[in-house]
Nanobody
Framework: QVQLAESGGGLVQPGGPLRLSCAAS????????MGWYRQAPGKQRELVAS???????THADAVKGRFTISRTNDKNTVFLQMNSLKPEDTAVYYC????????WGQGTQVTVSS
């Protein structure tokens, strides 16, 4: 079993930065593909970014150039650095781990508003 705990969400003004963290426990996540998803009110959950165990990254078109996913396997943590935030980035952000099973965190709210 892998437990995932997101942190770092909050209220930020448009154009501002925010850094999300996902701390994993229970197992080392070095073999897992880790991802950040988000779900806005009334919308389906969507992939924001993912990073494989080889540190190959994928970012959704909507966030390319603004968000960066990274991982530190020794600290069992995944990050999402979000810059130039827009109101449409407002959502609950979820951490995800996939390998032989799929695990989800509880989510952290990100609100972009002036």
């Amino acid at each position: 079993q892998v437990q995932l705990a997101e942190s770092g969400g909050g209220l930020v003004q448009p154009g501002g930065p925010l850094r999300l963290s996902c701390a994993a426990s229970g197992r080392m996540i070095s073999l897992y593909t880790m991802g950040w998803y988000r779900q806005a009110p009334g919308k389906q959950r969507e992939l924001v970014a993912s990073i494989t165990r080889f540190s190959t990254t994928t970012h959704a078109d909507a966030v390319k150039g603004r968000f960066t996913i990274s991982r530190t396997n020794d600290k069992n943590t995944v990050f999402l650095q979000m810059n130039s935030l827009k109101p449409e980035d407002t959502a609950v952000y979820y951490c995800n781990a996939e390998w032989t099973a799929v695990y989800w965190g509880q989510g952290t709210q990100v609100t972009v508003s002036s």
